[in-house]
């Protein structure tokens, strides 16, 4: 094992049944914006053509690096948001991240993170997915 554990990968390793499915989506967004895959842009805009002021929000986009894969299984999860578009709003993505995992994020946790590191060899737990979770 001489490749380095990412910061989701070690947060599930470090307790596979205490992690929130939150918190891993987080650390993958921002493993993804360090390595340059994506990155985060803060900019004004005008939420209604009737409202005089503008507000700053934040937007991911892709990043140089977006094209130099090939990427883990929770990393593909985000990147193909940008296959079409080449950015989204905070909130756009909060809505297209819900709508993928049916609005229940540890859907994340099962399906994307513990099968990347079932994968890799570095768990071998057994889960059985309930509808209690």
């Given at each position: 094992m001489d490749q380095l554990l990412r910061p989701y990968e070690y947060h599930y390793l470090n307790s596979p049944f205490l992690c929130q499915g939150e918190e891993l989506l987080e650390y993958v967004l921002r493993d993804l914006c360090l390595?340059?895959?994506l990155q985060h842009e803060d900019r004004w805009v005008y939420l209604t053509a009737r409202?005089?002021?503008?507000l700053i929000r934040t937007f991911i986009q892709r990043g140089p690096d977006f094209d130099k894969g090939p990427f883990s299984l929770p990393?593909?999860?985000f990147l193909d948001f940008f296959e079409k578009k080449d950015a989204f709003s905070s909130s756009?993505?909060?809505?297209?991240?819900g709508e993928r995992l049916d609005e229940n994020p540890?859907?994340?946790?099962?399906?994307?993170v513990y099968k990347d590191l079932h994968k890799k060899g570095y768990c071998m737990l057994f889960l059985v997915n309930t509808s209690e979770g």
């Open positions: 390595r340059n895959a409202e005089p002021r503008s990393k593909q999860f756009q993505m909060v809505g297209l991240i540890d859907i994340f946790k099962s399906d994307y």
